[in-house]
């Protein structure tokens, strides 16, 4: 039995090459779609209108000049009248003030010695401020004696801040205070890394006991003093 279609005429047979060529051209239309541009041909002028009416004609000024003032006339001469002295002139006799030497009054002024009220520094004053404790030390080694019982005092009423210890802050707080002329304890100055660590070492330095005031040349002065207060967690 022979085939009733003829092999030559199989439809299939380039199916795969047709396709490939249709959709390059699908894809090469739709590219030239996409990339093509127009443009809107439009054109704007205007016109300037120059009118020959712009010009305007500047008249010529003349400047007039002011003939200058006449000067003045010369002053009249004085007229001078002579009048005979007839009147006889007392004359004024004016006495010395001074006196002799024998006269003079010397009265005695009293100078008084006034102190100036300054700041002698601890490491320069003659005598140093006492602290309570130190009475019965030379007075070469009170200086040393003065430090050590500051340390003491430091170290005896030394208590850390709780919120400083919660937050880790730590750190030397320098302090500045003076001994005054009574020996009581004035103008506590602090700086240091934390204000609570610079409120305990004011509290330290505040419960500090009265002292012997310095003196300098056998009178009493006001000492500064600074000691610096270090804070460290362990």
């Given at each position: 039995?022979?085939?009733?279609?003829?092999?030559?005429?199989?439809?299939?047979?380039?199916?795969n090459?047709?396709?490939?060529?249709g959709?390059?051209?699908?894809?090469?239309?739709?590219?030239?779609?996409i990339?093509?541009?127009?443009y809107?041909?439009?054109?704007?002028?205007?016109?300037?209108?120059v009118?020959?009416?712009d010009?305007e004609?500047?008249?010529?000024?003349e400047?007039?000049?002011?003939?200058?003032p006449?000067?003045?006339?010369?002053?009249?001469p004085?007229?001078?009248?002579?009048?005979?002295?007839?009147?006889?002139?007392?004359?004024?006799?004016?006495?010395?003030t001074?006196t002799?030497?024998?006269?003079?009054?010397?009265?005695?002024?009293?100078?008084?010695?006034?102190f100036?009220?300054?700041?002698?520094?601890?490491?320069?004053?003659?005598?140093?401020?006492?602290?309570?404790?130190?009475?019965?030390v030379?007075?070469?080694?009170r200086?040393?004696?003065f430090?050590?019982?500051?340390?003491?005092?430091?170290r005896?009423n030394?208590r850390?801040?709780?919120?400083a210890?919660?937050?880790?802050?730590?750190?030397?707080v320098?302090?500045?205070?003076?001994?005054?002329?009574?020996?009581?304890?004035t103008?506590?100055?602090?700086?240091?890394?934390?204000k609570n660590?610079?409120?305990?070492?004011?509290?330290i330095?505040?419960?500090?006991?009265?002292?012997?005031?310095?003196?300098?040349?056998?009178?009493?002065v006001?000492?500064?003093?600074?000691i610096?207060?270090?804070f460290r967690?362990?």
């Amino acid at each position: 039995m022979q085939p009733k279609k003829n092999p030559k005429a199989d439809l299939n047979k380039n199916r795969n090459l047709y396709f490939v060529i249709g959709l390059t051209f699908v894809t090469f239309i739709t590219w030239q779609a996409i990339e093509s541009k127009t443009y809107e041909k439009t054109f704007d002028y205007e016109a300037l209108n120059v009118e020959d009416d712009d010009d305007e004609d500047i008249p010529i000024t003349e400047q007039i000049k002011t003939p200058p003032p006449p000067p003045p006339p010369p002053p009249a001469p004085e007229v001078i009248e002579v009048v005979e002295d007839e009147e006889e002139v007392e004359e004024t006799v004016i006495e010395s003030t001074e006196t002799d030497q024998d006269e003079i009054i010397i009265e005695d002024i009293e100078v008084e010695d006034e102190f100036e009220d300054i700041d002698v520094p601890f490491a320069v004053i003659e005598d140093v401020p006492i602290f309570p404790g130190c009475e019965s030390v030379a007075k070469s080694q009170r200086r040393a004696c003065f430090q050590e019982q500051m340390n003491k005092h430091i170290r005896k009423n030394f208590r850390y801040p709780d919120i400083a210890q919660e937050m880790g802050i730590q750190g030397r707080v320098y302090v500045n205070f003076i001994i005054a002329k009574d020996g009581s304890i004035t103008n506590i100055r602090m700086r240091g890394p934390d204000k609570n660590l610079e409120n305990e070492a004011a509290r330290i330095i505040g419960r500090l006991p009265k002292m012997t005031p310095g003196k300098q040349r056998g009178r009493a002065v006001r000492v500064p003093f600074s000691i610096p207060i270090t804070f460290r967690l362990q």
